[in-house]
Every structure is written in C-alpha cells, then in structure tokens.
C-alpha cells in the first residue's frame, strides 16, 4: 500500500507510538515470553492460538508435546489423535489436519521438520515461504518471524487493530495491511516486539472491544478516541 504519510504525520504518530509503549511499559513491566521457541513449535503453537485463549493454547501445545516425542511422531499420527490431544482450544480438527499438512509440506521441501533455515533468509523470503503454506496467513507467519526469528514484523492481531485505531494511529476503516505499514513506518525496528507484546495485553484487559475502561486508562491522554469522547479538541 502507498499510505502517503507527510513527515510531520510520522513524527507525530512516532512520538505517540514510543509514548504509549513507555505508558504501557510501566503499568505491566516488561512482558517477555518465557522460554522462546524455535521457528517450527512458534508456528505450531500460533496456529494451536487461532481463536482461542492464550491459556487454552498454552495448554493444548504442551499437551502435544507430551503426547508426541517430537513433530516426526505427530506427522506420523492419525489427524483423530491429533485432534483429541488439542480438544480444549477450540477448532480442534482443523488446527490438527493443517498442522500435519504443513508438516508433511515442510519435510517435502527439506527431508527435515525445522523451520531454522528460515534464519539465514531476508525477511521478506522468509514471509513469502511462510506464506506459500497452506493455512498460513500474514498474522500468522508475522508471529513466527517477530517471536521466534526477532525480526521486526508487528503481527496485526484483533487487539493491535483495535488499539491502533482507537489511538489514531490509522483511520477507522484501515484494512490490516495499512495498520501493519503504519506501525512498521514509525516505530523503532527494536520497540516492535516489545510493542506488540503490550499492545496486545492492553487489548485484552482494559481496552476491551465492548466498554473499554477509558476512565482508568494510562494511555488516555494519547487517544483519539477518548479526546473524542470526552469532546477535548485535537
Ligand atoms: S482511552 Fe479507552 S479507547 Fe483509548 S486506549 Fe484507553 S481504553 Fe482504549
């Protein structure tokens, strides 16, 4: 997308992005995912993630850990032990035959199940092979590439979305390709992973789709939505 931003456009949404970032940063602390996975258990444990709670995929992903010794046994698995190993998060048939799919995809291209050579590719080669599985979308592939590979590619999650467009980051109707442009133009390539983490706990605890709690909000003084509400001119 060309989004056509003016420098003056940049640095204002730049100040408010750090801004906000430093605001969140300081109600949670620093939000670092324990024990960081390698490119393939990210992956899997991001399509285990798809519309269910983090409890519930964390939950499901150890269960396949412990259930299959390694990702060969679980390609090797009947979908129906796939399945009802994942029960509890949700879509669990689907997220276990696109798991042994692209698993059987990627021993096909390599002779190996590792996703590690994605480590010496360009961001963007490693997005487009990401990509080219089957199931496999933006958000999905972003996660594997910002947690897993530390690449500064902002996933654009439902609460990203949402608190980006309350803030004034980007327009209301922006598609998620122009958020994800917006943040990628003006935000510090080493604040995304970082950002991205809090984005997402501020989303799912007080900026919430329905209600958000405004009133006691630590980035309130930064967001359009809350000036508007409260009718402060910006
Ligand atoms: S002030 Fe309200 S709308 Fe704005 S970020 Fe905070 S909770 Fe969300």
């Known amino acids: 997308m060309n989004l056509e931003l003016t420098p003056e456009d940049q640095k204002r949404i730049r100040m408010n992005v750090m801004k906000v970032h430093d605001l969140l940063q300081e109600k949670h602390g620093r939000l670092v995912r324990d024990g960081k996975k390698g490119p393939l258990d990210e992956l899997v444990f991001t399509i285990l993630a798809q519309n269910t709670t983090p409890l519930h995929s964390q939950e499901a992903f150890e269960r396949l850990k412990k259930k299959f ?23 669990n048939h689907t997220k276990a035959l696109r798991i042994r799919r692209i698993l059987g995809r990627i021993y096909r291209d390599r002779k190996e199940l590792s996703l590690d050579f994605l480590r010496e590719m360009e961001e963007a080669q490693a997005l487009k092979y990401l990509l080219s599985l089957k199931g ?15 690449r500064p590619v902002m996933p654009i999650d ?16 922006a ?35 329905k209600n958000p709690r405004c009133p006691r909000c630590v980035i309130r ?4 939505f809350y000036k508007k509400k409260v009718g402060i001119c910006t």
């Open 136 to 150: 496999i979308g933006v958000k999905t592939a972003s996660h594997v590439l910002l947690y897993s590979l530390n």
């Open 221 to 224: 003084a930064c967001c359009d």
């Open 158 to 173: 439902t609460h990203v979305e949402r608190v980006s467009k309350r803030l004034g980051w980007v327009w209301n109707h």
């Open 69 to 91: 010794r390694n990702w060969e046994g679980l390609m090797a698995a009947p979908v129906g032990e796939i399945s009802s190993a994942i029960q509890k998060g949700g879509l």
């Open 175 to 209: 598609p998620l390709e122009a958020v994800q442009e917006v943040i990628h133009c003006v935000a510090p390539r080493y604040l995304v992973l970082s950002l991205h983490s809090q984005l997402m706990k501020h989303g799912r605890v007080t900026c919430k789709v």
